[in-house]
């Protein structure tokens, strides 16, 4: 069964190329797949690399990619406010859900922050009729935005208070991930159980995998 947590990596995949972290003397192809760059070093024909970051390749008129390492800096590791994220709800209560944050655009996070949706974040419109446990339910996989940063626990503000964010992947109690049916529903294809969600808007593409 496809990876929740790869489906909502594809949603949001073109906001950022796909990156490959590397550490100090990691192999990173060979010399007739491309050319060393910044940040590597070549033995045995083959390019390793010289520092902890993200590898890059770039290449221009059809020559050898240039393959670059670029070290990370703490910027690129920690959400922030406007950022959209990948996160994972782990509890929910009257108030609020509680979640963890996997991923910043397309990039994973080495370490999961914790975030929290609450009950006036959830959607733009009637607030003061939002109920939690028919917006969210743990084990969902949720595009949100940060909108405050964390506290002394990493404990980040979240809304999902636009079209396009909310719900991207839902399993049922029958252990099938769902189907979106409407902004506020998803549907069970092997029991047909129809379950409340605060859905995100996704292209139909993407409804199928």
Not at 156 to 165: D, I, K, V
Not at 177 to 182: A, D, L
Not at 186 to 200: D, L, N, S, Y
Request: hydrophobic fraction near 35%; charge should be positive; proline fraction near 6%.
């Amino acid at each position: 069964m496809r990876s929740p947590l790869c489906f909502s990596r594809r949603l949001v995949a073109a906001m950022a190329p796909p990156v490959r972290y590397c550490i100090p003397g990691e192999r990173l192809c060979n010399l007739e797949e491309g050319s060393p760059g910044s940040g590597t070093y070549t033995r045995h024909g083959y390019i390793f690399s010289s520092l902890a970051g993200c590898m890059t390749k770039s290449s221009e008129n059809g020559a050898l990619p240039v393959v670059s390492v670029m070290r990370e800096t703490e910027s690129q590791l920690l959400p922030d406010v406007g950022a959209i994220v990948t996160c994972k709800v782990s509890s929910i209560n009257s108030r609020f859900a509680k979640v963890h944050i996997l991923y910043v655009g397309s990039t994973p996070l080495k370490n999961s922050f914790r975030g929290t949706i609450r009950k006036e974040d959830v959607r733009a419109t009637e607030k003061d009729k939002v109920e939690i446990y028919k917006s969210f339910r743990p084990g969902d996989i949720v595009l949100a935005k940060v909108i405050s940063l964390g506290d002394a626990q990493s404990n980040y503000l979240l809304t999902t208070a636009e079209n396009e964010l909310g719900v991207v992947v839902a399993h049922s109690e029958a252990g099938v991930q769902m189907v979106p049916i409407s902004w506020c529903e998803m549907q069970c294809p092997k029991t047909h159980t129809k379950e409340f969600r605060k859905v995100a808007r996704v292209q139909p593409e993407f409804l199928q995998t």
